[in-house]
């Protein structure tokens, strides 16, 4: 019935995995076809990989990577093209090939834009407009365009056929477990681990300053700064780890990390899982000033925002407010029952599920 594409291994995902588990909760019939860059997963009759190792933020470092993984979805699309009818791309690194797979099978394609990808990329010159070039021929073949954030709309100057919202809003249909008291300060981050969203800072600052316990995890370019974290009883890191324990971890901490550094354009307009996951846990976030995160982390009283340097993180850590914490906790959580508990329920069964079931065969 339905294709979905990432140029991920897909778990861990929040993301895709959102729709994953709404196609098996609904036994709707599905393949993935991902990438599996450090060679860990198993293929499946219904789950494919691309195996080429590969590293994340390599940029321009992973061209002949992307360009290898482009043909085998395009092979492996046409290989199972009787098996579904829609194809869901997630991201421009998958879009292409199911634009082609459009035009040659006429399938139905979802694209999901999770990051707008001139301005997450920082692309400039020729290259940019080539792009552009590309993403009007994406946007206009697409049946349906999702993006991640209301205020992405102005990112969008192609007009869709469709165009839905949905936020990275975790999907839960219960309630999580009781938060544990900690000792001390402790701040948690589960994610890709790459430049661009202060980690640096939150890991140099961990690694001098034993006031703070820090619960890491995730993949990325910045492992290497964590390799030695045996040297720290401050620090723990969990490496890469499925949705389910990165709530747990996060559950498990007082103030959950979502940084970003405006240089990049996109992070301006951010929409991190972690914003949601913290309403929901009722947990109060540290975030950036200037970007929507922080205009809606203000407006609410759900969190901290500062500059991004790293001296502004010592300021905000070296003053923060147990009670502070608690008031922001409760916030959040307020926050989360009243507008978000059901939003994404509520989209894939009445967005997301009619549009294909109408192209079911």
């Not at 590309?134 to 192609?158: G, H, P």
């Not at 926050?335 to 939003?343: A, E, G, I, P």
Request: hydrophobic share 35%; with cysteine; proline share 3%.
């Amino acid at each position: 019935m339905i294709a979905l594409l990432r140029s991920t291994d897909g778990n861990p995902d929040s993301r895709f995995e959102k729709y994953v588990n709404y196609l098996q909760e609904k036994n709707l019939p599905y393949i993935t076809v991902c990438w599996d860059r450090k060679g860990n997963k198993n293929e499946t009759n219904t789950a494919f990989y691309y195996k080429r190792p590969s590293t994340y933020g390599k940029r321009y470092g992973n061209v002949g990577g992307l360009l290898g993984f482009s043909k085998f979805l395009f092979k492996t699309l046409w290989k199972n093209r009787k098996r579904y009818s829609v194809i869901h791309a997630c991201d421009f690194d998958t879009v292409v090939p199911a634009i082609l797979i459009h035009i040659f099978l006429r399938k139905k394609v979802i694209y999901d834009i999770f990051d707008w990808y001139v301005d997450s990329r920082s692309v400039k010159g020729i290259l940019k407009w080539v792009i552009y070039t590309l993403e009007f021929f994406n946007i206009k073949m697409s049946e349906a365009v999702i993006i991640c954030e209301e205020e992405r709309r102005k990112q969008i100057i192609f007009k869709p056929k469709q165009l839905w919202v949905l936020p990275n809003i975790p999907n839960y249909k219960t309630e999580q477990p009781k938060t544990q008291t900690n000792e001390k300060l402790t701040i948690g981050y589960v994610g890709i681990l790459t430049s661009g969203r202060g980690l640096e800072n939150l890991i140099n600052y961990a690694k001098s300053n034993n006031s703070i316990n820090l619960k890491i995890g995730g993949f990325g370019a910045l492992e290497s700064m964590l390799q030695d974290v045996e040297r720290y009883e401050n620090i723990t890191y969990y490496g890469s780890v499925p949705y389910v324990k990165a709530l747990e971890i996060l559950n498990s901490v007082d103030i959950v990390y979502a940084m970003y550094q405006k240089i990049n354009q996109n992070h301006i307009l951010a929409a991190p899982n972690k914003y949601y996951e913290g309403l929901y846990l009722g947990k109060p976030i540290v975030t950036t000033a200037g970007t929507i995160v922080g205009e809606k982390t203000l407006k609410y009283k759900t969190g901290f925002v500062i500059e991004e340097t790293y001296e502004d993180l010592t300021n905000l850590l070296e003053r923060i407010d147990d009670s502070v914490i608690a008031e922001y906790g409760k916030n959040a959580k307020a926050l989360w029952n009243d507008k978000y508990s059901t939003y994404v329920e509520d989209f894939l069964n009445n967005t997301y599920l009619p549009l294909i079931e109408k192209y079911a065969k």
